[in-house]
């Protein structure tokens, strides 16, 4: 028995000294594993610390938040060894949800959202929704590319990652026209039952951390037809109820004047103007960073609509700021060129155009703002008016308040009017630089701006329609 007792304390004693000693290690191992934690930590902090004048953004690891180097970021994330740790993950962005993958085999990082929201002060508050889109990344040293698709639509892309910054260069093969809409199916009533034809393709380059984008667009074929703008043929505008009706020709001063301030190659595009809409986005780029860098709110200036495309904005789709409104437009005044023809395109705007808050189309604006008929006008009164129409409820106020509406602007029209001649422009804005007309009394009635689209609402589908559901369409 004492032999018994003697072996099983030694038994005991042996095995506590083996619990000390595995606690020992133990201890050692955790705090290995901690200084290990912690060097990795400060080791991925040294890595992606970012050097003064980098492309910098803020990171927060728990309660910390830590400054690091854009371009550090992008070649740690895409490492194959972080890849795994991030993949099946899911990331909260500006964007929505981003779920990401990590193909070993093709050493490719892949990031899906689904929906997506797309922002940009381009184009307005409005964001673009997309009910997916994914992007593909393969990095090889600084050198990225990869694949951007949405539905039916597939771009590929290619950048260069450097410390101050990421050049990336986009390039979205031809595509139907009507794939490219179809991203938009829900929010284009339009499409359910229009028929597009027609390709597109652009190359585009965007500069970061600058947001600098320089696109060329393309668009070849493209037709539309089944939204019925033939029957505005029989479009009868109330803006001039109680006036004359007289024929405004594109041949007049006034007509001239508007194709000189609002859409100088009205003749010479089918609707839209891809020239325009280029100059129109660098012009806004270039404003947004100089109100940025004097630490003022940017807003774009210069829009890039045509008379044809204006047309449909005071007919159907209104005036809220959204890429979606002018996805729409484009369908209508592509159309529009096709069944009214020019001639017939320019006398709706004319006839419906607002020239102040109470005031529409050109014969009551003529009238209204100097007592004539549109035809009577001199050519500095013809000037004066259309260089109210980039914003006429403004100009209306502005001239009512001073006497004057922008000097700027009614100067840069008179010196685009055409066929004048140079020396004739240049008196022209001699003249208008001394002008000060008073407007009427009177002029501003309280009856508010409304139009009549005759026989033709059968088409256009009330819930999608700004002026129907504004009640401003009469039968």
Request: charged share 15%; aromatic share 6%.
């Amino acid at each position: 028995m004492r032999t018994l007792l003697r072996a099983f304390r030694s038994t005991a004693v042996s095995a506590l000294a083996l619990l000390r000693v595995l606690a020992r290690w133990t201890a050692i191992t955790v705090l290995v594993l901690m200084l290990a934690m912690f060097a990795m930590l400060l080791g991925a902090r040294a890595v992606l610390r970012p050097s003064p004048g980098d492309w910098t953004t803020t990171v927060r690891v728990g309660p910390l938040q830590v400054d690091v180097g854009v371009a550090a970021l992008i070649q740690w994330g895409t490492t194959p060894w972080i890849a795994q740790q991030l993949h099946g993950r899911t990331l909260p962005t500006r964007m929505g949800d981003l779920h990401v993958a990590w193909d070993a085999k093709r050493q490719e990082l892949s990031l899906h959202c689904d929906p997506c929201v797309v922002r940009s002060s381009s184009w307005g508050p409005e964001p673009v929704r997309l009910a997916d889109a994914r992007m593909t990344v393969h990095r090889n040293a600084t050198d990225l590319k990869g694949t951007l698709s949405s539905g039916a639509v597939h771009a590929l892309w290619r950048g260069t990652v450097r410390p101050h910054g990421l050049t990336l260069h986009i390039t979205l093969p031809d595509t139907p026209v009507r794939d490219a809409y179809a991203l938009f199916a829900g929010s284009i009533p339009e499409l359910a039952y229009a028929h597009i034809d027609g390709t597109m393709a652009l190359q585009a380059t965007l500069e970061l951390p600058s947001k600098t984008l320089t696109v060329q667009p393309r668009l070849q074929g493209m037709a539309v037809n089944g939204l019925g703008t033939e029957s505005w043929t029989l479009a009868k505008s109330t803006c001039g109820r109680g006036l004359p009706t007289t024929s405004l020709g594109a041949d007049s001063l006034l007509a001239r004047a508007v194709i000189a301030a609002e859409d100088q190659r009205f003749f010479e595009h089918t609707g839209y103007d891809l020239t325009e809409m280029t100059q129109a986005l660098h012009s806004n780029q270039d404003r947004d960073a100089t109100l940025q860098g004097l630490g003022r709110a940017a807003r774009p200036l210069r829009g890039a609509s045509t008379l044809t495309q204006q047309v449909a904005k005071l007919l159907v789709t209104g005036g809220e700021r959204s890429p979606v409104r002018k996805l729409r437009e484009l369908l209508y005044a592509v159309e529009m060129e096709q069944t009214l023809g020019k001639a017939r395109v320019l006398r709706l705007y004319l006839d419906y155009a607002p020239w102040g808050a109470t005031v529409c189309g050109a014969q009551a604006a003529a009238h209204a703002y100097f007592g004539k008929p549109a035809g009577q006008l001199t050519a500095a009164q013809a000037v004066w008016l259309a260089a109210m129409l980039h914003n006429p409820a403004l100009e209306a106020r502005r001239w009512k308040a001073t006497g004057q509406i922008n000097q700027a602007r009614a100067q840069w029209v008179a010196s685009h009017l055409r066929p004048l001649k140079k020396a004739q422009r240049a008196k022209l804005i001699d003249e208008i630089a001394t002008a000060a007309w008073t407007i009427p009394t009177g002029e501003a009635s309280n009856t508010p701006v409304r139009a009549t689209l005759a026989q033709q609402t059968h088409y256009l589908p009330s819930e999608s329609n700004h002026w129907l559901t504004a009640s401003a369409l009469s039968p």
